[in-house]
Structures are given as C-alpha cells and as structure tokens.
C-alpha cells in the first residue's frame, strides 16, 4: 500500500496540487467507492476508450471519464478496504494495468 501512497504524492507533486488538501476525502466520497462503484466506472471507462481507440476517436470529446484525482482515491480507498478485510487486490491490480494500458 505505501507505493500507492507514493503514486499519489507524486501525482499531486507532478500536477502542483498541494497534498494535504488532495488527500482530504469526504465521507461521502468514501461511501461512494465503498460501494463497489469505482470498479464499475472504471470498466465502463476502458471500454469507452476502447471503442474510441478502434473508431479512431478521442472519446473525451463526448464521455466524461473518471478524472485522475478520482480514480487515484477510488483506487487507493476500494484496494486499503480489500487488504483490511483481507482478501487479494490481484483483479484490482489487474484492472489498474488494463486502465493503464488503454488510457495511454
């Protein structure tokens, strides 16, 4: 979990935002990827990249994707929720690499 924390700073640093304040999250924000949604969204987001990719389109000019800082959250919120409950992040690593691959 510390190199996702690393992740994070380092986007924040890259991005000039300030750390602290990129890391206060709402609880309603938490409950919103606790419930299983940034798994969704993030699905829905690689397959609307894809079928831009394949029609040649930037799909960004008529979808609204996750923006960085909330895939970042969602990412770091569902993964610290699956090792606290002790099971394997293996497919939320493996849907993090597929996002990375298509996204760039």
Do not use: V
């Not at 990412?75 to 497919?91: A, M, N, Y």
């Amino acid at each position: 979990m510390a190199s996702n924390k690393n992740h994070l700073y380092q986007y924040t640093i890259e991005h000039g935002i300030n750390p602290k304040e990129f890391s206060i999250i709402t609880e309603a924000e938490k409950n919103r990827w606790a419930m299983g949604c940034f798994r969704g969204d993030l699905k829905r987001d690689i397959r609307f990249y894809r079928g831009g990719i394949e029609r040649k389109e930037d799909p960004r000019k008529y979808c609204k994707f996750l923006i960085d800082q909330d895939r970042l959250i969602g990412e770091e919120l569902l993964r610290h929720s699956i090792l606290k409950s002790g099971l394997s992040t293996i497919w939320l690593d493996d849907l993090m690499k597929e996002w990375e691959e298509i996204h760039t």
